[in-house]
């Protein structure tokens, strides 16, 4: 069917509010790029914009030596695989009984799941149960206390009840059981809600910063959020670094290189789940 005029117009118009939308939302991205590119001069002048001014990579050559810096990245990298598979076994292993009506605790356990999503748990009281359980000063506290979300939950279910009930009862005809049947028919059918469930942990547990904030005192075990803040902190090395005459980076352009070194995996990440992504991302809109 042909689009009409008034359709042409109001398209090209959204799509240009969304180009300018866009490009607002990119702006700080790019100038904190800009910063980690720029010269000491230049950032103690604070003339840099949207594009590097007295172009340089000290303040990345600086950054990437720093043992510290590297030894919290792979504590993050390690956390987010490990949780986000976890994350995912355990969501899945939930949601997809949740999906059936013949499991008759179905919607009261369901039920409770909402409950937790609209009353969260007490900060004192869930601190002192966390660290009761050895997870002080433990790298696991970055993994375990995500590994499940309510949210996350509701949109794989949703997705469970969703899937063909011809295919599940022509898999029990030929002797499949429940196990089987989700990890040889349904879940191989479902990377559309699996790549979304699955983004969503990975950037919350990539992202953390107040979880361990709280229970991780060890430097070592910092991941890179935390490294981050140490980093740029008042009286780190990076704070102090401008004191330096004979270096062509300050403590703003390390902070912006810094920055951009904690973002690119994700950006890296997503062009290549974009499609699954958009697929799944209004999965949890459908009723359930």
Not at 9 to 31: K, Q
Request: aromatic share 14%; net charge positive; with cysteine.
């Amino acid at each position: 069917m042909k689009e009409s005029v008034k359709d042409q117009i109001f398209r090209n118009v959204i799509t240009f509010f969304l180009l300018i939308l866009g490009f607002i939302a990119l702006v700080p991205l790019i100038s904190v790029v800009a910063m980690s590119f720029s010269s000491k001069a230049a950032a103690d002048m604070n003339i840099v914009n949207l594009l590097p001014v007295g172009f340089t990579l000290e303040s990345w050559k600086y950054i990437l030596t720093d043992n510290g810096l590297w030894r919290a990245f792979f504590i993050t990298f390690a956390a987010t695989g490990v949780g986000t598979a976890l994350a995912l076994t355990v969501t899945s292993l939930m949601a997809y009984p949740l999906s059936k009506t013949e499991f008759k605790m179905g919607r009261l356990l369901m039920l409770f799941v909402i409950i937790t999503m609209i009353f969260k748990a007490p900060i004192v009281p869930y601190f002192l149960t966390v660290k009761g359980m050895g997870l002080f000063n433990n790298p696991l506290v970055l993994v375990l206390p995500h590994i499940l979300t309510a949210y996350n939950l509701a949109i794989m279910r949703t997705f469970f009840k969703a899937f063909p009930a011809e295919v599940e009862e022509a898999a029990k005809i030929d002797g499949c059981g429940y196990f089987k049947m989700l990890y040889k028919i349904i879940l191989p059918s479902s990377k559309a809600v699996l790549t979304t469930v699955g983004l969503f942990y990975a950037v919350t547990i990539w992202n953390q910063f107040q979880h361990p904030l709280m229970f991780i005192q060890d430097t070592k075990l910092f991941p890179l959020q935390l490294k981050i803040r140490q980093l740029i902190g008042g009286g780190s090395e990076i704070a102090n670094v401008s004191l330096v005459a004979n270096v062509n980076y300050t403590e703003a352009t390390l902070s912006a290189a810094t920055v951009v070194f904690a973002i690119i995996p994700i950006i890296a990440v997503y062009p290549w789940l974009q499609k699954y992504f958009a697929q799944g991302a209004m999965l949890g809109s459908v009723k359930g």
